[in-house]
T-cell receptor, first 115, second 113 residues
Framework: NAGVTQTPKFQVLKTGQSMTLQCAQDMNHEYMSWYRQDPGMGLRLIHYSVGAGITDQGEVPNGYNVSRSTTEDFPLRLLSAAPSQTSVYFC??????????????FGPGTRLTVT | LAKTTQPISMDSYEGQEVNITCSHNNIATNDYITWYQQFPSQGPRFIIQGYKTKVTNEVASLFIPADRKSSTLSLPRVSLSDTAVYYCLVGASGSSNTGKLIFGQGTTLQVKP
């Protein structure tokens, strides 16, 4: 299994541009999430999904859209990039019906710079 | 979701046991406690989870007192490679599982030679 994969690894955008960060998992996990991590800070939840066709907002959803048309894929769209969105973006997945707790599997991250 | 509080940073030396305590005063009956480790430039990695008393795996031990308002992650005989940020998370499972997992600020552990 490849686990959780993210593309691209690095991206530079100009202010106002839009783009989609890709995330895929091959573990048949129900739950998927997107986090951002600013330098020296903890992770903040952007959006999450509990299954195909179901998404919800996290702590910092403004400026981002998500969709979940399949179990495997959970793309994150930046609508109009701003310098404040410069960050590392992590995608994560986990089984939805675990017996307890939250063993999430994280992707390697996408490092985004907005100039 | 219950809020968690951890020390911002800790220092230790190689070979010592390190205990990181997390406070979660508002933990609910069906909440589990989970710990993650994050190295620079990598995504967090699951370490251990528990509900009550003590849990041990090949990496760490997790101690949870009877009132469950705190938990302690214990790393035996740390090495330089254990230098990382450690996050404590609290959330519900089963039918109360909303899918929403919130990370706190974490504890930066620096292991010195």
């Amino acid at each position: 299994n490849a686990g959780v994969t993210q593309t691209p690894k690095f991206q530079v955008l100009k202010t106002g541009q839009s783009m989609t960060l890709q995330c895929a998992q091959d573990m048949n996990h129900e739950y998927m999430s997107w986090y951002r991590q600013d330098p020296g800070m903890g992770l903040r939840l952007i959006h999450y999904s509990v299954g195909a066709g179901i998404t919800d907002q996290g702590e910092v959803p403004n400026g981002y859209n998500v969709s979940r048309s399949t179990t495997e894929d959970f793309p994150l769209r930046l609508l109009s990039a701003a310098p404040s969105q410069t960050s590392v973006y992590f995608c994560a997945s986990r089984p939805g019906t675990s017996t307890g707790g939250y063993e999430q599997y994280f992707g390697p991250g996408t490092r985004l710079t907005v100039t | 979701l219950a809020k968690t509080t951890q020390p911002i940073s800790m220092d230790s030396y190689e070979g010592q046991e390190v205990n990181i305590t997390c406070s979660h005063n508002n933990i609910a009956t069906n909440d589990y406690i989970t710990w993650y480790q994050q190295f620079p430039s990598q995504g967090p990695r699951f370490i251990i989870q528990g509900y009550k008393t003590k849990v041990t795996n090949e990496v760490a031990s997790l101690f949870i007192p009877a009132d469950r308002k705190s938990s302690t992650l214990s790393l035996p005989r740390v090495s330089l490679s254990d230098t990382a940020v450690y996050y404590c998370l609290v959330g519900a499972s089963g039918s109360s599982n909303t899918g929403k997992l919130i990370f706190g600020q974490g504890t930066t552990l620096q292991v010195k030679p």
